[in-house]
């Protein structure tokens, strides 16, 4: 699980500001952003606002157990900001498609080692019509 202290500082890194600036822009003390990014204070409602504005992630995002990327578009048009958000869409299709396919891999390749066991285990008489099910080949749409 990541920490809140984690990920501020994780985020000013990437932004590559220094406590100092970061500070600035949220309104709070060097020392403060220190005592959030090693997790001895906790930010108000309003600087965590703040962080997340200056930040350019949802409250959700910094405070979520789970990472999530935000891409930055201020200066974007809305025809470019609907070309990425196609884009993304199409990459996350694309991976649901893979995991899909692996799975059935994973499926089928299950079912061709069940069928082998039980091809052997018949030729010992300890499987009968069960067997005859196993036999009929897996068709693969991969």
Known sequence: MVLLGKRIKDLRNSYRLTQTELAVKVGVTKSTIAAYENDSRAPSYDVLLNLARVLHVTTDTLLSSEAETVIRAEDLTDEQIHILDTIVGSFKAANLLRSSAESERAVADVMDEYRAFALKNKKK???????????KPIEKNI
């Open 125 to 135: 008489g300890s499987f009968k019509k069960e067997t005859e099910e196993a036999e």
